[in-house]
């Protein structure tokens, strides 16, 4: 297996640490006090920072996969598998947290779905499709809007450290960039979705 394929499975592997330090344990009654105690503190810092080095390992790979032309069908397959598990696995875990609505989550799998349902069809004819580019800048913006929002308790927390005026107006803000930049990423997430289903009409036209 080449580099860039490891950099992909890498990146699953860290799907559930990122979620391990993003929501406190509570299974069947089991809650360990001290554990969640932390995590609540400080928890979704580290995950931010997990989050973040595997949303890096989807732009080395690449770069690396094209620069020593070592692109190939396993590589397109786990780069985009990579992806999805880990946007739509952290996105989970922020609607289970209350930040965002799982009306827009739903969106975002609902158009995962699809395009694995098209990629599905076109790998009958025996084609292995590769990220579009616009589904690349899809996911970019998804990356970056998780991330502010990962972010967003300790950027609450520096501004009441340092900020002397309206608190409650300066949290109001934050909260309200980080809206608009989920926002953006459903609204992406639903342009690159519909991109993929016009330009890829003939799977559909071929199997009746």
């Known amino acids: 297996m080449n580099l860039p394929n490891k950099l992909s499975l890498l990146r699953i592997i860290l799907i559930p640490i990122t979620l391990l330090f993003m929501l406190p344990i509570s299974i069947y ?63 989970i875990a922020l609607v289970d947290l209350g930040r965002i609505s799982s009306v827009w989550v739903a969106i975002i799998v609902l158009r995962e779905f699809m395009v694995t349902g098209i990629r599905l069809m076109a790998s009958q004819n025996g084609v292995v499709m590769a990220a579009e580019m616009i589904g690349k800048i899809k996911t970019v913006t998804q990356m970056v809007a998780i991330t502010y929002l990962m ?55 071929e199997s009746k």
């Not at 020593?68 to 590589?75: A, E, K, M, S, V």
């Not at 803000?173 to 992406?188: A, K, P, W």
């Open 29 to 91: 009654g089991f809650e360990p006090t001290a554990w969640n105690t932390f995590i609540n503190d400080y928890g979704m810092y580290i995950a931010a920072i997990v989050f973040v080095i595997a949303s890096l390992t989807d732009l080395v790979d690449g770069k690396i996969a094209r620069k020593y032309n070592l692109i190939t069908n396993l590589g397109k397959f786990l780069d985009s598998l990579a992806d999805k598990m880990l946007v739509i696995s952290v996105l």
């Open 151 to 205: 972010f967003e308790s300790l950027l609450i927390k520096v501004i009441h450290h340092f900020a002397s005026c309206n608190l409650e107006n300066l949290t109001s803000v934050v909260q309200y960039i980080g809206d608009g930049l989920f926002l953006i990423c459903v609204i992406m997430t639903i342009i690159s979705g519909m991109d993929y289903l016009l330009h890829n009409l003939n799977y559909f036209k």
